[in-house]
């Protein structure tokens, strides 16, 4: 799997835009870019993921660059509610079944 | 309507003891996993099931045995428990053969201390 790098942590200002930055520079064409968060004292959560188009849910929205290099995600209007840690994740989507987390972005919303 | 639900939540117990972690899912996910916490905050993957059978083992320790009854449901019990158990462990569902495999729902976690 191609391996990720992200930022240890960062803060946001409440009701701004976070833009949370992922680099995966050895992500191989068929590798697809997850996003998941972890809530204080929960389990992991699904966000987005994405191939090379961006692409927009809900709850977040994924640039993913030209060369497919780096990714953004960026919520939109950040809340406190939105305090946790944010995992990029890269993999094949249909190549077995192991999903490994790093060590994430602590994204800390304040008021 | 609870997606994945883990009991107990909290389990405190002495070294030496066996004690077993209940996993449901009510999504009709063919696959379920077992993840560790530990107290560094990495999240690893124990197992994996496919339609009750095992397709992932991540070097655990043979005193972790998971067990699949059916498809909805994924227990995980521990023999002999020894302090670095202690750890917070996470049950998680998703729906192979489609790249809606990596949307893993994941449980509320079990906290897990050893003494």
């Known amino acids: 799997d191609a391996k990720t790098t992200q930022p240890t942590s960062m803060d946001c200002a409440e009701g701004r835009a976070a833009n949370l930055p992922c680099n995966h520079s050895t992500i191989s064409g068929n590798e697809y870019v997850y996003w998941y968060r972890q809530i204080h004292s929960q389990g992991p959560q699904y966000i987005i993921h994405g191939l090379k188009n961006n692409e927009t849910n809900e709850m977040a929205s994924l640039i993913i660059t030209e060369d497919r290099k780096s990714s953004t995600l960026i919520l939109p209007h950040a809340t406190l509610r939105d305090t946790a840690v944010y995992y990029c994740?890269?993999?094949?989507?249909?190549?077995?079944?192991?999903?490994?987390f790093g060590a994430g972005t602590t994204v800390t919303v304040r008021a | 309507d609870t997606a994945v639900s883990q009991t107990p939540k909290y389990l405190v117990t002495q070294m030496g003891n066996d004690k077993s972690i209940k996993c449901e899912q009510n999504?009709?996910?063919?696959?379920m996993y077992w993840y560790k916490q530990d107290s560094k905050k990495f999240l690893k993957i124990m197992f994996s099931?496919?339609?009750?059978?095992?397709?992932i083992n991540e070097t655990v320790p043979n005193r972790f045995s998971p067990k699949s009854p059916d498809k909805a449901h994924l227990n995980l019990h521990i023999n002999s428990l020894e302090l670095g158990d202690s750890a917070v462990y996470f049950c998680?569902?998703?729906?192979?053969?489609?790249?809606?495999?990596?949307?893993?729902?994941f449980g509320p976690g079990t906290r897990l201390t050893v003494l």
């Open positions: 999504l009709g996910h063919d696959t």
């Open positions: 994740i890269v993999r094949v989507a249909l190549n077995d079944y192991k999903l490994s």
């Open positions: 099931y496919n339609n009750k059978e095992l397709i």
């Open positions: 998680a569902s998703s729906q192979p053969w489609t790249p809606r495999l990596w949307e893993q729902f």
